[in-house]
């Protein structure tokens, strides 16, 4: 089954930096655009960053020139650095890709099941 695993979220300070991972394994033909979403407490889910599979990357206004979104095709892996990390960064984080599978070769997105983000002092 293909499954995607989010890792890399915690406690940080204001100020501070972490560093998320993504890895997509199973029956896997080829990933496509991947992505990072975040929903805070009471708030709806929204994209943070995504990638596409030939690199070209978007971001949200709120994490611009703070956070980076890169990938590991190798590895099937995406990864969001995030420094300078604020308050209201603090949400849960879920990956996205967008995955062809075999043996029936359809693609799809799939979703990891989210890591916690606390920026907190």
């Known amino acids: 089954q293909v499954q995607v695993v989010e890792s890399g979220g915690g406690l940080v300070q204001p100020g501070g930096s972490l560093r998320l991972s993504c890895a997509a394994s199973?029956?896997?033909?080829?990933?496509?655009?991947m992505g990072w979403y975040r929903q805070a407490a009471g708030k709806e889910r929204e994209l943070v960053a995504s990638?596409?599979?030939?690199?070209?990357?978007n971001y949200a206004d709120s994490v611009k020139g703070r956070f980076t979104i890169s990938r590991d095709n190798a590895k099937k892996t995406v990864f969001l650095q995030m420094n300078s990390l604020k308050p209201e960064d603090t949400a849960v984080y879920y990956c996205n890709a967008n995955i062809k599978s075999y043996p029936t070769s359809t693609t799809m997105d799939y979703w990891g099941k989210g890591t916690q983000v606390t920026v907190s002092s």
């Open positions: 199973g029956a896997i033909l080829a990933v496509n655009d």
């Open positions: 990638i596409t599979s030939a690199a070209f990357t």
